[in-house]
């Protein structure tokens, strides 16, 4: 919006403006933006009704630029996440952060990364403006602590019902569902399904997924559970001792369905020829490795910019109540199946 001001017409609305039409000082103006109580309510009121009639909405991050001012972002993350991503085996979370330091960087806020073991042994968590926490190993104790902190943050691969926080997910329900309901359409039947018991709302949801579009045909799910540090190739012989005639194996991300490829093989299996695998994520090894992972693309760094946006807007103070942003997923078939 513009409006005439004494300097002229089609001028840009600013302080000064706000300040003339609420008969108060460009100072008063000031404090009321940044909250201050050094106001009485009757003037706070008349300047925000000068604002909501001018439609005039401060220049937060000039307003830092000239204080020489810039947001000091925290990330926290699992250990085994922080471990992965320095050592860039964690592909996926990889990814994430790439799309986070990108809009930071524009942003122009500074960042730094830590490990939740160590929030209570590094100085400036009290420090920081906000934080965003990564890793589907964020509990329902972390996001608690993170609550006493008082200051925003935003969840990135995970969501805990019960919780009223931002976070910024993939639909892994969505995405599995899409996957096998492709190949049951191909003629398809038995299809096992690996899942990860660990406490990640992705990881649930694409088991989910994969009942759903099972049951549509009428066909009984054949999931094993799998938890981290058990011995995969283990798990593979029973599946393929129970399920002589299986067609496919799904797992849970990956990672894992990289392993799977390679144990297959050492038990005698060909892939896709005796049985196909499919995988979940889209990382950068799925292209790699051989026979090419038929998977699920999660757009990874669009997650991690997109949640570097909401904190940047949380601490702006624009549109503070939580919001849950799901972000759709694309089924990539490749050679690790066979698309008859």
Same mark, same amino acid.
């Given at each position: ?55 005039? #909405? ?67 968590? !009290? ?8 890793? @589907? ?24 019902? @019960? ?13 599995? =569902? ?30 989910? @997924? =994969?009942?759903?579009?099972?049951? !549509? ?38 990672? =894992? ?12 299996? #060909? ?28 757009? #990874? ?40």
């Amino acid at each position: 919006m513009v409006i005439l001001t004494e300097e002229g017409y089609g001028l840009k609305i600013r302080t000064k403006d706000v300040a003339r039409i609420a008969n108060v000082s460009t100072a008063t103006v000031s404090r009321v933006i940044n909250g201050s109580p050094n106001v009485s309510e009757k003037t706070r009121q008349r300047v925000l009704m000068a604002i909501e009639s001018l439609n005039y #909405k401060p220049d937060v991050f000039a307003k830092n630029l000239a204080k020489k001012r810039f947001y000091e972002i925290g990330i926290g993350c699992p250990d085994e996440v922080f471990k992965g991503i320095e050592s860039s085996e964690y592909q996926f979370y990889v990814k994430v952060f790439e799309g986070i330091q990108d809009y930071f960087s524009r942003k122009k806020c500074n960042y730094s990364i830590f490990p939740f073991s160590m929030m209570n042994e590094r100085d400036g968590i !009290e420090a920081k403006d906000g934080f965003l926490l990564v890793g @589907g190993g964020i509990s329902e104790e972390i996001i608690e602590k993170f609550q006493k902190i008082g200051k925003p943050f935003v969840l990135v691969d995970q969501f805990i019902s @019960g919780y009223d926080v931002d976070c910024v997910i993939s639909n892994g329900f969505d995405g599995e =569902y899409k996957l096998i309901k492709a190949f049951l359409e191909k003629g398809y039947r038995r299809i096992a399904y690996i899942h990860n018991t660990a406490k990640h709302f992705s990881y649930e949801q694409r088991m989910i @997924g =994969y009942r759903r579009a099972m049951n !549509e045909k009428g066909l009984l799910p054949i999931v094993y559970d799998f938890e981290e540090g058990q011995d995969l190739k283990l798990l593979l012989k029973r599946i393929l001792n129970d399920n002589k005639d299986a067609e496919l194996i799904a797992v849970f991300e990956d990672r =894992y369905a990289i392993e799977t490829i390679e144990y297959l093989r050492e038990l005698g299996k #060909k892939v896709p020829e005796d049985l196909g695998v499919l995988g979940f994520d889209n990382i950068m090894s799925s292209i790699s490795c051989q026979p090419p992972l038929t998977t699920v693309h999660v757009p #990874k760094e669009e997650m991690g910019s997109l949640a570097a946006k909401r904190l940047f807007d949380l601490l702006n103070k624009e549109d503070i109540s939580p919001v849950q942003i799901s972000l759709f997923t694309k089924v990539l078939i490749r050679e690790s199946t066979q698309f008859r």
